[in-house]
């Protein structure tokens, strides 16, 4: 199974600043001499279902917010949040759909400063 | 508008069975592959399983496997999750969710729509 490792677990930042979190997969998950990086970022907020922020590492879904960029390829990815809104407190899911089980990294959860 | 309901939770003993249902509405049902994904209490997301959007391939983890089958009626626009043997360790909200591009053979693609997710609890 390929695992995936956020970091850091949770942080704290002030209104306005960046946030970035970090997603490290424990294989490659992209196809040999393509480009497209089978990774997808998740908001999760509290009582709700998951939502889908960004896919094939960086094209983000239609409505998300451009303070929101997603980057990285092979293993190493990120979640960048700038301009940092109260309505983004959230856990924050990376996963990996190259091969199955498609698995999630353990979340990262963000909060207010 | 995409829109998943899911039903068919609640409390059941250990070893029994339950039977969620998905019922979605808003687009082609038939064509788009579905998953059923978990979320133990407190817990991080598990994925669970894969249909295709015709119903002809399926896959599971390990974890349920041979214990849980998904199914598809195309003419109810409805996904099921069939689940029997549960111990306490299938205590989860269970959701159905979409893929992003429907008629991926095999799932290898993003989760793009979700339900409300429904509780499973395995319980004396």
């Known amino acids: 199974d390929i695992v995936m490792t956020q970091s850091p677990d949770s942080l704290a930042v002030s209104l306005g600043e960046t946030a970035t979190i970090n997603c490290k997969s424990s294989?490659?998950?992209?196809?040999?001499?393509?480009?497209?990086?089978?990774l997808g970022w998740y908001q999760q907020k509290p009582g709700q279902p998951p939502k889908l922020l960004f896919y094939?590492?960086?094209t983000r879904e239609s409505g998300v917010p451009d303070r929101f960029s997603a980057s990285g390829a092979g293993t190493d990815f990120t979640l960048t949040i700038s301009s940092l809104q109260a309505e983004d407190v959230a856990i924050y899911y990376c996963?990996?759909?190259?091969?199955?089980?498609?698995?999630f990294g353990q979340g990262t959860k963000l909060e207010i400063k | 508008q995409v829109h998943l309901v899911e039903s068919g939770g609640g409390v059941v003993q250990p070893g029994g069975s339950l039977r969620l249902s998905c019922a979605a509405s808003?687009?082609?049902?038939?064509?788009?592959?579905m998953f059923w994904v978990r979320q133990a209490p407190g817990k991080g997301l598990e994925w669970m399983t894969f249909?295709?959007?015709?119903?002809?391939?399926?896959d599971y983890a390990d974890a349920v496997k041979g214990r849980f089958t998904v199914t598809r009626d195309n003419s109810k626009n409805t996904l099921y999750l069939h689940m029997k043997s549960l111990g306490a360790e299938d205590t989860a909200v269970y959701y159905c969710?979409?893929?992003?591009?429907?008629?991926?053979?095999?799932?290898?693609?993003?989760?793009?729509?979700w339900g409300q997710g429904i509780l499973v609890t395995v319980s004396t």
């Open positions: 969710a979409r893929c992003l591009d429907g008629k991926s053979g095999y799932g290898s693609t993003p989760f793009d729509h």
């Open positions: 808003g687009f082609p049902f038939s064509d788009f592959g």
């Open positions: 249909i295709r959007f015709d119903g002809s391939f399926e």
């Open positions: 294989q490659r998950v992209v196809y040999g001499s393509t480009t497209e990086n089978f």
């Open positions: 094939w590492a960086s």
């Open positions: 996963q990996q759909y190259y091969n199955t089980p498609y698995t």
